[in-house]
């Protein structure tokens, strides 16, 4: 079969797996914006070791350093890119059409959410598109730089796209605290114009080491603690 396969891609191909399950949950029925952020939390985690997974191969080929390069991009963009947006219409389907089959009194607010959601498609398909410019501009210079030098990378322009999975948690624990009456979705939807922004703009951000990963990933369990515990407490 074509490809490469061997244990450097493993954990890609499951955060692949978690985006796409996501994105599915997330789209379905009313929405299920607890099950998708979760999701999307996993593929944070698989992607803060699956670079450290591959390193540990010394004795990788070309073909499959620059394999794991696309590979690795192709998931941020399904995992940071799309299901944030799949995230997002799942806020605003599980408010909106809910409160549309709870009482026919609704209906003359349909017309305002059509409104409102064509709005957030077209944040959405920026959102896509600016995590797509700003991972297929970095393949290609990362292939360059990786030809003129062996120095690992000390900073990075712009915010990666891996931010997705602390950033939007973080707006779905607000959604939680505030309760399940308040419709979070028109914030979280200015928060991807912002962060789509950032994704393509040049403000100089250092590569995080080692002990910055864990403290992230300590920050995105302890965020995962709090929305599971919100979950079940409040059921919704």
Same mark, same amino acid.
């Given at each position: 079969?074509?490809?490469?396969?061997?244990?450097?891609?493993?954990?890609?191909?499951?955060?692949?797996?978690?985006?796409?399950?996501?994105?599915?949950?997330?789209?379905?029925?009313?929405?299920?914006?607890?099950?998708?952020?979760?999701?999307? &939390?996993?593929?944070?985690?698989?992607?803060?070791? $699956?670079?450290?997974?591959?390193?540990? #191969?010394? $004795?990788?080929?070309?073909?499959?350093?620059?394999?794991?390069?696309?590979?690795?991009?192709?998931?941020?963009?399904?995992?940071?890119?799309?299901?944030?947006?799949?995230?997002?219409?799942?806020?605003?389907?599980?408010?909106?059409?809910?409160?549309?089959?709870?009482? $026919?009194?609704?209906?003359? &607010? #349909?017309?305002?959410?059509?409104?409102?959601?064509?709005?957030?498609?077209?944040?959405?398909?920026?959102?896509?598109?600016?995590?797509?410019?700003?991972?297929?501009?970095?393949?290609?210079?990362? @292939?360059?730089?990786?030809?003129?030098? $062996? @120095?690992?990378?000390?900073?990075?322009?712009?915010?990666?796209?891996?931010?997705?999975?602390?950033?939007?948690?973080?707006?779905?624990?607000?959604?939680?605290?505030?309760? #399940?009456?308040?419709?979070?979705?028109?914030?979280?939807?200015?928060? &991807?114009?912002?962060?789509?922004?950032?994704?393509?703009?040049?403000?100089?951000? #250092?590569?995080?080491?080692?002990?910055?990963?864990?403290?992230?990933?300590?920050?995105?369990?302890? @965020?995962?603690?709090?929305?599971?515990?919100?979950?079940? &407490?409040?059921?919704?």
């Amino acid at each position: 079969m074509l490809g490469f396969y061997n244990y450097t891609v493993i954990l890609t191909y499951l955060s692949l797996c978690s985006a796409v399950t996501g994105i599915f949950v997330g789209v379905s029925g009313t929405g299920h914006p607890f099950i998708a952020t979760t999701c999307l &939390m996993v593929c944070g985690f698989l992607d803060a070791f $699956d670079g450290i997974v591959a390193r540990s #191969k010394k $004795d990788r080929t070309e073909q499959e350093k620059k394999f794991g390069i696309q590979i690795d991009s192709l998931v941020d963009l399904v995992a940071f890119g799309v299901l944030p947006c799949a995230i997002g219409y799942s806020c605003y389907t599980s408010h909106y059409l809910n409160s549309f089959r709870l009482s $026919d009194k609704w209906h003359f &607010m #349909k017309p305002l959410a059509n409104c409102k959601i064509t709005i957030f498609f077209v944040v959405f398909a920026l959102f896509v598109l600016a995590a797509l410019i700003r991972l297929a501009y970095f393949n290609v210079m990362e @292939e360059e730089r990786q030809n003129k030098t $062996d @120095e690992k990378r000390k900073y990075y322009l712009g915010l990666p796209v891996t931010s997705s999975c602390l950033i939007f948690p973080t707006i779905m624990l607000i959604q939680y605290i505030v309760g #399940k009456g308040f419709d979070i979705s028109p914030f979280y939807v200015v928060a &991807m114009l912002i962060v789509a922004f950032l994704y393509v703009s040049k403000i100089k951000i #250092k590569k995080p080491g080692l002990k910055v990963i864990m403290i992230m990933v300590a920050i995105g369990a302890v @965020e995962f603690g709090f929305l599971l515990f919100f979950r079940f &407490m409040y059921g919704h």
